[in-house]
C-alpha cells in the first residue's frame, strides 16, 4: 500500500480483556517495528521484526505482550489481561532495511483505552 | 544502552522567529540521528536526518547539526511559519542496532 495502515485506530476495552492491534506495512518493506506512546511521554520501543529472523523483544514490557508477523509482511500485537495502565497510543513502523541506518515510516496508531 | 535526551520540552516562537531543539545522546557509536515531527492525530513523520560523517545537513528551512565529540545535534528550523506547529522527535540507534530511541519530544508553537 502507499503508506502503513494500523487498525482499529481506536479500541476502548475493559480491564482484564486481551486486544489485538494489526499493522500492514509498506509492500516490501522487511523491517517492521512496534512502539507505545503514552499521553505526553516519548516513543518506547517494544518489538522488531527483520526478515525471517529472530525479532527483537526486548522491548516488551510484560509477558502479557506479544507480537508476530505472518509471511514477512502483516504483524499482530496482542496484549493479554489488558490494565488501564496499557492505555497509549500504539504505533507501528517499516522501512525498506534496517529502520536505524535510513529511519521509518510509521502509521496513525492505534488509541487504545483500558477501561 | 542508548539514551536520548531532548530540550526544551515545549517552545514558543513569533512567525518569522527561528526554532531550535537541542538532544544528546551516550552511545559514542551511534552513527545515524534522524528528526521527527507529530501533528495531532497522526504518526511521526521523518523529517530530515545525519549521519555521522558530516556535521551539518540542510533541506529548504530546516537544518540538523551534528558534533561528534560532544555527542550532541541540533535541529534548527528558520522563518518558522505556524504549520510547524507539532511535536518534534530526535533519535539515535539502540545500542544493538536494532531500533531507534527517541528523546521526550518538544512541543512547538509558532503563534502569528
Known amino acids: 500500500g502507499a503508506g502503513v495502515s494500523q487498525s482499529p485506530s481506536n479500541k476502548v476495552t475493559e480491564k482484564g480483556k486481551d486486544v489485538e492491534l494489526r499493522c500492514d506495512p509498506i509492500?516490501?518493506?522487511?523491517?517492521l517495528y512496534w512502539y507505545r506512546q503514552s499521553l505526553g511521554q516519548g516513543l518506547e520501543f517494544l518489538i522488531y521484526?527483520?526478515?525471517?529472523?529472530?525479532?527483537?523483544k526486548s522491548g516488551l514490557p510484560s509477558d502479557r505482550f506479544s507480537a508476530e508477523r505472518t509471511g514477512g509482511s502483516v504483524s499482530t500485537l496482542t496484549i493479554q489481561r489488558t490494565q488501564q495502565e496499557d492505555s497509549a497510543v500504539y504505533l507501528c513502523?517499516?522501512?525498506?532495511?534496517?529502520?536505524?541506518?535510513?529511519?521509518?515510516?510509521f502509521g496513525s496508531g492505534t488509541r487504545l483505552t483500558v477501561v | 544502552g542508548e539514551n536520548v535526551e531532548q530540550h526544551p520540552s515545549t517552545l514558543s516562537v513569533q512567525e518569522g522567529d527561528s526554532a531550535v531543539i537541542k538532544c544528546t545522546y551516550s552511545?559514542?557509536?551511534?552513527?545515524?540521528f534522524p528528526w521527527y515531527k507529530q501533528e495531532l492525530g497522526k504518526g511521526p513523520q521523518l523529517i530530515i536526518d545525519?549521519?555521522?560523517?558530516?556535521g551539518e545537513k540542510k533541506d529548504q528551512r530546516i537544518a540538523v547539526t551534528l558534533n561528534k565529540t560532544a555527542k550532541h545535534f541540533s535541529l534548527h528550523i528558520t522563518e518558522t511559519q505556524p504549520e510547524d506547529s507539532a511535536v518534534y522527535f530526535c533519535?539515535?540507534?539502540?545500542?544493538?542496532?536494532?531500533?531507534?530511541?527517541f528523546g521526550k519530544g518538544t512541543t512547538l508553537s509558532v503563534s502569528s
Open positions: 513502523a517499516s522501512s525498506l532495511v534496517r529502520g536505524t541506518s535510513y529511519g521509518y515510516t
Open positions: 509492500s516490501g518493506h522487511t523491517a
Open positions: 521484526f527483520q526478515g525471517n529472523s529472530a525479532p527483537d
Open positions: 552511545d559514542s557509536a551511534s552513527n545515524y
Open positions: 545525519i549521519r555521522s560523517n558530516v
Open positions: 533519535a539515535a540507534p539502540n545500542q544493538a542496532g536494532t531500533a531507534l530511541i
